[in-house]
């Protein structure tokens, strides 16, 4: 079936560690977008990627960093210079100028 | 700077009852979507409204876009427990192409018996 697949489903990161959050999806989408949710908020955007190899910030983008190496892949690296990463992840795709968004199933980041 | 609001934040409402959740934008756009996501998942897809006037409709929910008053709304007929969820707005971010979406802060709505 085509979807977005994010992994792990949860993780967990001790203080000044990098870790890495995997988003692929196999709709053939173009666009690829990571967005961040906190508690009782909405989603902010981290970083999106219109094609492969070129990626732009979005509206919180400190601390974190991407590539798009493939079509298919878009993996967000939460680095120790992001000093709250505790939140929800989700990445999403589609096609660039289309309509619609589809999400993944998301991914629980905690701090221990 | 797009910003989106929507209020209600919270919504209690009885089983049968209706009600409308407002999703109010600051810049132009012509393109607006609403979420569904149910706690610790991801969002559903409920509604894509591409121009000014457009509603559609699902079941018991039901949404309208004014682009000339920066609004849409999405309108809940006689409510059931199901629709317990947090609902959300999303607005293409002008000046930009693509789905880079901009969010309200969501509309928690509880369904009580």
């Known amino acids: 079936d085509g979807g977005i697949t994010q992994s792990p489903k949860y993780l967990f990161r001790k203080e000044g560690q990098n870790v890495t959050l995997s988003c692929e999806q196999n709709?053939?989408?173009?666009?690829m977008y990571w967005y961040r949710q906190d508690p009782g908020q909405g989603l902010r955007l981290i970083y999106y990627?219109?094609?492969?190899?070129?990626?732009q910030k979005g509206d919180i983008a400190e601390g974190y960093s991407v590539s798009r190496e493939k079509k298919e892949s878009f993996p967000l690296t939460v680095t120790s210079a992001q000093k709250n990463p505790t939140a929800f992840y989700l990445c999403?795709?589609?096609?660039?100028?289309?309509?619609?968004?589809?999400f993944g199933q998301g991914t629980r980041l905690t701090v221990v | 700077e797009l910003k989106v609001e929507q209020n209600p934040l919270f919504l209690s409402m009885q089983e049968g009852k209706n009600y409308t959740i407002y999703c109010n934008y600051s810049?132009?756009?012509?393109?607006l979507y609403w979420y569904r996501q149910d706690p610790g998942k991801s969002l559903e897809s409920l509604f894509v409204?591409?121009?000014?006037?457009a509603v559609k409709q699902e079941g018991r929910l039901m949404a309208s876009l004014d682009t000339k008053a920066r609004l849409s709304t999405l309108h809940i007929t006689a409510a059931v427990h199901d629709l317990s969820a947090t609902y959300f707005c999303?607005?293409?971010?002008?000046?930009?192409?693509?789905?880079?979406?901009?969010f309200g802060e969501g509309t928690q709505l509880t369904v009580n018996p």
């Open positions: 990627s219109q094609i492969v190899n070129d990626f």
């Open positions: 999403a795709s589609s096609i660039w100028g289309a309509t619609e968004a589809f």
């Open positions: 709709l053939n989408h173009d666009a």
């Open positions: 999303a607005v293409v971010s002008p000046r930009t192409s693509g789905s880079r979406l901009t």
């Open positions: 810049t132009t756009s012509d393109r």
């Open positions: 409204l591409l121009s000014n006037g």
